[in-house]
Nanobody
């Protein structure tokens, strides 16, 4: 199990930027594929972005492609979500999630399905105003 703590959320105007961070502790961070999800009021938690063990493979929800960038720093056990050109529709609680990857699985896997992730942070609120 890995413990995850998000930070960096806040209030920003439309068109602005924020960078979310997720600090991990516990198990070996580099053996976890990581993802960011978000949940808006009244909606289900939805995939935003994912990254493989080494960071060489990424995937994004269509709604954030070209605006958001996921990255990771395995030396510092941290995953980031750079969010640019924010829109009011991006308002949500953002969650960091980790999926342990066994030695027999591909190190390039990027999960989009939230059921694949076993470890979750508490979330950080992002509010985008018009």
């Amino acid at each position: 199990q890995v413990q995850l703590v998000e930070s960096g959320g806040g209030l920003v105007q439309a068109g602005g930027s924020l960078r979310l961070s997720c600090a991990a502790s516990g198990r070996t961070f580099s053996s976890y594929a990581m993802g960011w999800f978000r949940q808006a009021p009244g909606k289900e938690r939805a995939f935003v972005a994912g990254i493989s063990l080494g960071g060489g493979d990424t995937n994004y929800a269509d709604s954030v492609k070209g605006r958001f960038i996921i990255s990771r720093d395995n030396a510092n056990n941290t995953v980031y979500l750079q969010m640019n050109n924010l829109e009011p529709e991006d308002t949500a609680v953002y969650y960091c999630a980790g999926a342990g990857i066994g030695p027999n699985n591909s190190g390039r896997v990027v999960y989009m399905n939230r059921e694949r992730y076993g470890d979750w942070g508490q979330g950080t609120q992002v509010t985008v105003s018009t």
